[in-house]
């Protein structure tokens, strides 16, 4: 089991970015999926979670209205769009499904001017 995100860097506040997290070695359609961050000095702390067929999302309080998950089962992929992006959203962002594999090495998010 594997998780790869990508799609990280460097953004000023109130951009975009979409983060893709590509999973391999089981078959995420089974899966919920989630998505997580980790900001220097902080514990990681939970983003936003989608059910095997997209219907149910959920997002943490910070992130509510700004950012969006999304998946292509097909792909074995899932997405994190995020906007409106703020100095407070710098982190390493993970993607998850919860019981299964160990943590990627996550994509770097940081919004700066």
């Known amino acids: 089991v594997q998780f790869v995100e990508s799609g990280g860097g460097l953004v000023q506040p109130g951009g975009s970015l979409r983060l893709s997290c590509a999973a391999s070695g089981f078959t995420i359609s089974r899966h919920y999926m989630h998505w997580w961050r980790q900001a220097p000095g902080k514990e990681r702390e939970w983003v936003a979670h989608i059910s095997m067929s997209g219907g149910i999302r959920n997002y943490a309080d910070s992130v509510k209205g700004r950012f969006t998950i999304s998946r292509d089962n097909a792909k074995n992929t899932v997405y994190l769009q995020m906007s409106s992006l703020k100095p407070e959203d710098t982190a390493v962002y993970f993607c998850?499904?919860?019981?299964?594999?160990?943590w990627g090495q996550g994509t770097q998010v940081t919004v700066s001017s």
């Open positions: 998850k499904a919860a019981g299964l594999g160990s």
